[in-house]
Each structure stands twice: as structure tokens, then as C-alpha cells.
């Protein structure tokens, strides 16, 4: 269980990007994360892991308070949180398979990722991720040789060799075209339902937390005004979070959506 409790950040600016944050998610759960640019979306990702130092609050991942340990105890505790990037953070001279063996760097110490020395447990899991992530037959390509849908499906195996506890999300579909985005949102939530994993997914995109993910939160000025089921985005709520709009075009184009992609929201 992720718990977080009246996090709050201050930049130096003076900038205040959350508000006394209080979240718990279980184990096994996806979240959207949902809300305006500047609404503090991803502060709050990079906070859990702590990219980002909260200015006061708590976080406590499975009994271990994240926002209390040293730098040597938090490097081992971000080893059980898979973070995947918007721009996927990938090195582009390295092959398929090396990004995702890059996700044991801390289990196997700099050097040996360095010098290419991976356990056999390692490589055979690699393998193993990248044919549940369709991308057994690029083991050997060059990043920069993939598509934009084939790079996210590489960051999300070095995330998940990792054996995380937490899945960090922030904006997987970004870039990427519409029948694509369905296709790695689906993904995601399915590996998280398989490995029982909870999962926070920073993302603009309404239509696609509705159709695929089980609880909803809003953030509007770094404060949380909405926590709830997908369903219950109506357009008061979703005014609420983003201010004027025709909504009801956006709610029922998600109905539609929802019924031909055959996806239970």
C-alpha cells in the first residue's frame, strides 16, 4: 500500500505545487491522475520516489517511510518503483534489450551494467518481458530504430525487471497517436492486474482514464478535488477540476469509445 499524507511542496520560488496531498492506494489498484497543466501532477509523482523533495508530509510505501530514509536506503527503496517516462528516457545507441537490462542497475551495481555483465535470472526475465510486451523479435534493434508505441513497450519492461511494488507513470501517451495510446494504456493496466501492482498514471487524456483505469483523482492548484470512480466524471466535476467546458460532448464520445473498444470502465 502507498500511503500519502499532507504532502506538501514549496519551490524556492515560493510556488506552492501541492497543498497537503492525503492519498493511500493499495496494492493491485491503478489511479489516474488527472488535472490541468501547473495542477501539480507530476510534483506529485516525482515526490512519491522523491526526483522531487517534498517540503513536509509523508509517503510510506509497504511500512517504509520513503520521506525519512538517508540517500543510500532510498536508492535501494526506488529499486521497487518502475518510473516510466513520457519521452521514455531510453538510450538510443543501446538495443532493445540493453535498455531493458538497464532497468537492474540497481541490483547489479554500476560497473557490471556498465561492462554489459547481467545474471543469467536477468537476461531470461528480460526475454520473458519483452515477449509479454510484443517485442521479442527486436531484441537486437538500435532505440533509435523504434516507434514511438515500440519505445514506451521498452521503457515499461525495464520498469517491470525491476520487480516493483509501485508503478510511477507520467504522461506514457503523450506522443503517441490515438490507436496507440489505447494500445499501451491497456498494457499497463493489464501487467499491473497480472503482477498485482499499484500504479499511478500521470495523464491529460480524460477519455483514456475513463476507459481504462478503476479510481480517478483530480488535482486543480496542487489540491485534490476529486477521488473517485471514472464514472462519476460528470460535468460539474470535471468543471471543477478544469474549469468551463461542453463536457457533455467529452462523456458521451467516451461511452461511445468505451462500448466499441469492449473496455469496462
Excluded at 493511500?24 to 522523491?50: D, F, H, M, W, Y
Excluded at 466524471?233 to 461542453?246: H, Q, R, S
Aim: charged content about 25%; some cysteine; proline content about 4%.
Amino acid at each position: 500500500m502507498l500511503q500519502i499524507k499532507q504532502l506538501l511542496k514549496r519551490y524556492p520560488t515560493g510556488d506552492l505545487a501541492l497543498q497537503g496531498i492525503d492519498l493511500e492506494i493499495p496494492k493491485g489498484q491503478v489511479v489516474a491522475l488527472i488535472g490541468p497543466s501547473g495542477a501539480g501532477k507530476s510534483t506529485l509523482i516525482r515526490c512519491v520516489n522523491r526526483l522531487v523533495e517534498p517540503t513536509s508530509g509523508s509517503v510510506t510505501l509497504n511500512g517504509n517511510e520513503l520521506t525519512k530514509l538517508g540517500s543510500g536506503k532510498l536508492r535501494l527503496a526506488r529499486r521497487r518503483m518502475g518510473m516510466i517516462f513520457q519521452e521514455y528516457a531510453l538510450v538510443e545507441r543501446l538495443t532493445v534489450m540493453e535498455n531493458v537490462l538497464s532497468g537492474q542497475l540497481g541490483y547489479v551495481g554500476f560497473w557490471r551494467s556498465f561492462l554489459r555483465k547481467f545474471p543469467q535470472s536477468a537476461v531470461d526475465e528480460a526475454f520473458r518481458l519483452l515477449e509479454r510486451v510484443g517485442l521479442d523479435q527486436m531484441v537486437d534493434k538500435r532505440a533509435d530504430e523504434l516507434s514511438g508505441g515500440q519505445r514506451q513497450r521498452v521503457g515499461i519492461a525495464r520498469a517491470l525487471i525491476q520487480d516493483p511494488e509501485l508503478l510511477l507513470v507520467d504522461e506514457p501517451t503523450a506522443s503517441l497517436d490515438p490507436k496507440t495510446s489505447r494500445q499501451i494504456m491497456r498494457l499497463i493496466c493489464e501487467l499491473c492486474e497480472e503482477r498485482g501492482l499499484a500504479a499511478i498514471i500521470n495523464i491529460h487524456d480524460v477519455a483514456l482514464a475513463q476507459m481504462f483505469v478503476q479510481r480517478v483523482v483530480g488535482l486543480r492548484m496542487g489540491e485534490i478535488v476529486y477521488d473517485g470512480p471514472p464514472n462519476g466524471l460528470d460535468p460539474e466535476v470535471l468543471t471543477e477540476i478544469y474549469g468551463e467546458e461542453d463536457w457533455q460532448a467529452t462523456i458521451e464520445n467516451v461511452d461511445e469509445d468505451t462500448e466499441k473498444d469492449g473496455v469496462n470502465a
